[in-house]
């Protein structure tokens, strides 16, 4: 490892931020409104990591790989202004369509209570308790997501007492809830998905709707303890001040970062594309800068990054500069989401056998995975096999809401689908089964909207091994890491290390690898930028 010199003619920066995702701009602008000059590297020639808009077919562009908007917390919205810099999100139609066997299932404003009472009073009328108590549990965990989580450290009791403290206030917020709120908490971290929504419904379509979103981005069965969490994760969201809604930017996910980076350069902030980072430098015990795959040499006072952890820890620092046991931890942090993402040219709108009319939920999220059953056997055959024959499918045809996206008549999709194997079994590698699984995922939409083959003019199909190569997602993993308790909060992604600092002094990291963990939020960005610039006020940096 090369240790960095100091050389007059090297210009020092107060931060170098390795990744151009959206979480390295948010940190990127708060800590140029705070003063600081900032470095952004990405080594892609687009900012925005995997929140972009591409073209991926002549005259068809699309958010080519994260394809819709619920997370994006306002606090960074407003802190960014991001509206002023060109960001407009507009909402669903209609929530969610659930095409069946025997007839449909919508989810909407106004619509869900007589859609569910089509296959069960008894849902239907439980559906507003369920709500109710879901949303007092989203609510709590909301004012956590843009704090630090208390940090375990090691040391005496000085410097763990402000960390007991923050453990105490969080403990009182907890402790002040009714204790139904309590059990439930407790349910909703340690329970499946499906052993949560079986008891509470009868039917199987309420529970396939809801059921989806503990599968999404997770390699896993609707029953696998700890799904439930992953279902409330995707609670946490809210659309121009709607809880609970999901909405399109116009212009695609790129439309989101490159608002930040506007954001970002307006503050002063050098954001470098085609800059691959090959490691980061060391200097007596602290990180000192880095250096590119071209051999250029940066010095900075803080090293930020936005990668996985794996990736960061594991290829581009020094083993011997960090403490063995976490080396161990970080070998073994889990990623893999069972994700392959698809974008589709269209000649025209899918027609469906049971909805074939053109019209509102068209513009939902189109979800083919008719039960929790249907999701486990999906789960089960991709462990067994690689991919499941029945593969569970979200589709968005967004330009039915963004006219931008693709010429006058015809239609962009994203087909986000679930489950694949991260890596497949026998040492099969993906580059040789990309387009049969592709295949399949058409085939798949196909029965449930005949002639939806023929309409297709062209395809983009990222299998996991793409999205790791493309965007650093380590075995698709949208998340950065799986949502599961043992890498959550405090944990996230070691314990000791929840406060964006690493062992390596002056080395920080502000990607989804840490707290609240994955989708476009923007909250790890804005909470390591606040850790860093405390450390700043108090002469640590």
């Not at 309590?182 to 998905?193: P, Q, V, Y």
Request: aromatic content about 6%; glycine content about 12%.
């Amino acid at each position: 490892m090369l240790a960095l010199s100091h050389n007059s003619a090297v210009e020092t920066r107060d931060a170098l931020i390795v990744g151009g995702g959206h979480n390295g701009l948010v940190c990127a602008a708060y800590l140029a409104e705070a003063g600081l000059n900032v470095t952004v590297l990405e080594q892609r020639d687009i900012v925005g990591g995997a929140a972009v808009t591409e073209e991926f077919h002549p005259g068809f562009r699309n958010s080519v790989a994260s394809y819709t908007v619920s997370l994006l917390n306002p606090k960074v919205i407003a802190d960014l202004d991001l509206h002023r810099y060109g960001l407009k999100i507009v909402e669903r139609k209609v929530s969610n369509f659930l095409p069946l066997d025997d007839g449909y299932l919508l989810a909407g404003e106004g619509l869900t209570r007589d859609q569910v009472a089509k296959f069960s009073q008894a849902d239907a009328d439980r559906l507003e308790e369920f709500n109710t108590r879901l949303e007092t549990i989203a609510d709590t965990l909301r004012q956590l997501v843009l704090e630090t989580p208390p940090n375990l450290r090691e040391g005496g009791w000085l410097s763990a007492l402000p960390e007991l403290i923050k453990a105490a206030g969080l403990g009182g917020r907890l402790g002040g809830m009714p204790m139904g709120t309590k059990r439930d908490l407790l349910d909703l971290f340690s329970k499946s998905a499906g052993d949560w929504l079986d008891g509470w419904f009868e039917s199987e379509p309420i529970k396939a709707l809801l059921g989806f979103d503990s599968v999404v981005g997770n390699y896993a069965s609707p029953y696998t303890p700890g799904s439930a969490y992953v279902l409330l994760h995707h609670v946490f969201g809210e659309v121009n001040g709607k809880k609970g809604s999901w909405g399109h930017a116009i212009g695609g996910m790129g439309a989101i970062t490159q608002a930040m980076a506007r954001c970002c350069e307006d503050r002063g902030v050098e954001i470098r594309t085609g800059c691959r980072v090959a490691e980061v430098l060391t200097e007596d015990g602290a990180a000192a800068g880095i250096v590119l795959e071209s051999g250029e040499v940066l010095s900075g006072r803080a090293v930020i990054s936005n990668l996985n952890p794996k990736l960061l820890f594991g290829s581009l620092v020094d083993q011997d500069a960090l403490p063995a046991d976490f080396n161990d931890r970080i070998a073994r942090y889990r990623c893999g989401s069972g994700t392959f993402r698809m974008n589709l040219a269209l000649s025209e709108l899918p027609r469906f056998t049971c909805l074939p009319e053109a019209g509102d939920h068209l513009t939902a999220g189109i979800i083919i995975a008719p039960s929790l059953a249907y999701m486990e056997k999906a789960y089960s055959d991709a462990r067994r096999q690689g991919w499941s024959s029945e593969p569970i499918i979200e589709m968005l045809i967004p330009s039915l809401l963004d006219e931008t996206l693709a010429p006058d008549g015809q239609h962009v999709a994203s087909l986000f689908c679930q489950h694949v194997a991260p890596v497949l079994p026998g040492g099969a590698s993906w580059d040789d089964h990309r387009e049969t699984v592709a295949d399949l995922m058409i085939d798949t939409v196909d029965q449930w909207a005949p002639g939806f083959k023929q309409s297709v003019l062209g395809r983009q199909a990222l299998s996991p091994l793409d999205l790791e190569r493309t965007f650093g997602l380590v075995g698709g993993d949208i998340f950065h890491g799986a949502l599961s308790l043992d890498q959550l909060f405090s944990a996230r992604p070691v314990l000791g290390h929840a406060d964006h600092r690493s062992p390596l002094k002056r080395l920080y990291q502000c990607g989804s690898g840490t707290h609240p963990g994955g989708g476009v939020t923007g909250a790890p960005g804005h909470n390591a930028a606040r850790e860093i610039l405390k450390d700043v006020r108090a002469r640590r940096i």
